[in-house]
């Protein structure tokens, strides 16, 4: 079926009210943020119109320039471990019976169900020394006595790569269900291992959507909130969390605006990136 480009303006009304609803809810705030990123702040008040490229100045000190390198170090590090784990997960998962497959995927979309206060509070638990997974260490004689991995980084990147696993596999799933399996058969016949075909043959055939996935993941750990405050300390949070004290504890709108700007600039830059991947890639 080919497109046919629109003729009159009744063309144009499937496309009236999602449009409409995008200005109202996107773009207009996301204007007036804009605005507020440029205003100055008022001591002992709110904030005052004005032209000040101060906030935006302050975001590259080497403070806030170092929250701002751990944010980006740490969405790429979960995403990393999720296409570490996601991709042969997706793989074997697509080599399954189709009732086998439709299990897996009701389980992870049940853990999609979950909200991120119940899985904070979760990881919490399991990597508490009270009542964690170190009690059962010590019960199988693989540890001395139990002790506390929480808060710390490794209980942060632990619930961030639980939380997006599930969106790793989903994303993966349609294109490895689409994958020819006689890539792998020809692989086996001319030799190759199971492990030296998959790494051959089937990742660099999937090398489009394995960057696309590993941006979508980006993004979404570049927005972690709850989970780096519950599993973490103070200098583990991310920038989203700095938005918050920023505006809410700290009454700096302004420049909780400016961090705001950069996370939603930064976030609209990865999608077109990935979808850009997508069109061009076709879904390989």
């Known amino acids: 079926m080919r497109r046919t480009a629109p003729q009159n303006p009744t063309d144009y009304l499937p496309i009236t009210f999602p449009t409409l609803m995008l200005g109202v ?9 804009v605005m507020v990123s440029f205003f100055k702040r008022v001591q002992g008040g709110f904030y005052e119109p004005s032209f000040t490229l101060a906030n935006y100045a302050r975001f590259l000190s080497p403070f806030f320039a170092e929250m701002l390198v751990f944010s980006l170090g740490l969405a790429a590090l979960v995403s990393i471990c999720c296409l570490c784990l996601g991709v042969p997960f997706t793989y074997r998962l697509t080599r399954l019976s189709r009732r086998a497959q439709v299990l897996w995927l009701i389980g992870l979309l049940g853990v999609l169900s979950l909200s991120e206060v119940i899985i904070g509070f979760a990881w919490s638990t399991l990597l508490s020394r009270t009542a964690g997974l170190s009690n059962l260490f010590v019960w199988l004689g693989l540890m001395d006595k139990p002790v506390a991995w929480t808060p710390s980084f490794a209980a942060v990147l632990t619930g961030l790569v639980y939380q997006a696993f599930p969106y790793t596999v989903l994303v993966l799933y349609p294109a490895f269900s689409r994958l020819d399996p006689s890539l792998m058969e020809a692989a086996r016949t001319l030799g190759a291992s199971p492990v030296r075909g998959f790494l051959n043959v089937v990742l660099p055939a999937m090398r489009k959507t394995l960057l696309a996935t590993f941006i979508i993941v980006f993004i979404f750990a570049l927005g972690a909130y709850l989970l780096p405050q519950i599993l973490g300390r103070p200098q583990h949070w991310t920038l989203s969390v ?17 961090m705001a700007v ?11 990136i990935s979808g850009q991947i997508n069109r061009r890639g076709g879904g390989s």
């Open 262 to 272: 950069f996370l939603v600039f930064a976030s609209l830059v990865l999608v077109a």
């Open 242 to 258: 700095l938005v918050t004290d920023q505006a809410i504890y700290q009454s700096n709108m302004p420049f909780a605006a400016a």
């Open 25 to 33: 809810f996107f773009v207009i705030p996301f204007g007036l943020m």
